[in-house]
């Protein structure tokens, strides 16, 4: 069983930053890839930014530049630091892991962006 426990997130002003957490306990692989999805209601759940346990990442186009994925392998915990946020980044993001063929979700945190 896997656990994802997520923090951060809240609202700020357009061009502001923020800074997500998420650690995963539990049956953890050393090989896995942690990172972000987000959705906005009605419409499905995109990815962010994702990175694999070697240190491989992968960015939507939208937040390229703007966004910075990291983790700390020995915690199980990977951040996204988000600068230069936009109204159109407001969404509730989630968390996840891949590991073994399995996807495993955090409970999802609200970030919203001011005009």
């Known amino acids: 069983q896997v656990q994802l426990v997520g923090s951060g997130g809240g609202l700020v002003q357009a061009g502001g930053s923020l800074r997500l957490s998420c650690a995963a306990s539990?049956?953890?692989?050393?090989?896995?890839?942690m990172g972000w999805y987000r959705q906005t209601p009605g419409k499905q759940r995109d990815l962010v930014a994702t990175?694999?346990?070697?240190?491989?990442?992968e960015y939507a186009d939208s937040v390229k530049g703007r966004f910075t994925i990291s983790r700390d392998n020995a915690k199980n915990t990977v951040y996204l630091q988000m600068n230069s946020l936009k109204p159109e980044d407001t969404a509730v993001y989630y968390c996840?892991?891949?590991?073994?063929?399995?996807?495993?979700w955090g409970q999802g945190t609200q970030v919203t962006v001011s005009s």
């Open positions: 990175m694999t346990s070697g240190g491989r990442t």
């Open positions: 996840h892991i891949y590991q073994g063929g399995w996807r495993y």
């Open positions: 539990g049956s953890i692989f050393s090989i896995n890839t």
